[in-house]
């Protein structure tokens, strides 16, 4: 199946200091990607979507300003964690749709990013 | 988005067949049901998708009544490494820009 990367794949850093997450997707074009977060033993939350070339979607009580995404090409989503807080330590996951051309085209997931904030 | 509802848990030994129902009850017309493994610390990985009837892979089957209002995912023979959270999604497949929604998954545990 399609290949979704994430890097890095953990990253520690200081309280107040700003952090990127990468994703790219390996063998597809993703016209758009998605991003969760995902807290110890709960399920996935999704924060944005990105879409190529415009501005992203945020859900409902993300704050677009601490968590800027940029797409800036078909195979690149970047989730930037600015100002970063120890609350904001979190499993990051993104994901994207591998278009086929008919219905029934399928949702990869990245491996993770592990963001511990200190 | 279609809601959906699993089992929180399930428990099993290793060789046994698993099956794991999930009830979707406002599906729509155009919605294909996908489930997903996620083990700890790493992202969910597909395991198979559906719209209608019967779907077979190398590592389980879907199987979806006529009325789509419900499916389930049977794992044939599970082993330890079976142990996982697994997640029952609903949604628009053909539309790009549509994420998937993910409620809280059934955790299986697979025992010897």
């Known amino acids: 199946g399609a290949v979704v990367s994430q890097h890095p794949s953990w990253v520690i850093c200081k309280s107040g200091t700003s952090v990127k997450i990468e994703c790219r997707s390996l063998d597809f074009q993703a016209t758009t990607m998605f991003w969760y977060r995902q807290f110890p033993k709960q399920s996935l939350m999704l924060m944005a979507t990105s879409n190529e070339g415009s501005k992203a979607t945020y859900e409902q009580g993300v704050e677009k300003d601490k968590f800027l995404i940029n797409h800036a090409s078909l195979t690149l989503s970047t989730l930037t964690v600015t100002s970063a807080h120890p609350e904001d330590s979190s499993f990051y996951i993104c994901?994207?749709?591998?278009?086929?051309?008919?219905?029934?085209?399928?949702?990869?997931f990245g491996e993770g990013s592990w963001l511990t904030v200190v | 988005l279609a809601k959906t509802t699993q089992p929180i848990s399930m428990d099993s030994y290793e060789g046994q067949e698993v099956n794991i129902t999930c009830s979707h009850n406002?599906?729509?017309?155009?919605?294909?049901i996908t489930w997903y493994q996620q083990f700890p610390s790493q992202g969910p990985r597909f395991i198979i998708q559906?719209?209608?009837t019967k779907v077979t892979n190398e590592v389980a089957s879907l199987f979806i009544p006529a009325d789509r209002k419900s499916s389930t995912l049977s794992l044939p023979r599970v082993s330890l490494s079976d142990t996982a959270v697994y997640y029952c999604l609903v949604g628009p497949s053909n539309q790009a820009g549509t994420a998937l929604i993910f409620g809280k998954g059934t955790t299986l545990s697979v025992s010897s």
């Open positions: 406002n599906i729509a017309t155009n919605d294909y």
């Open positions: 559906g719209y209608k």
């Open positions: 994901s994207a749709r591998e278009p086929t051309g008919d219905s029934g085209n399928t949702i990869y």
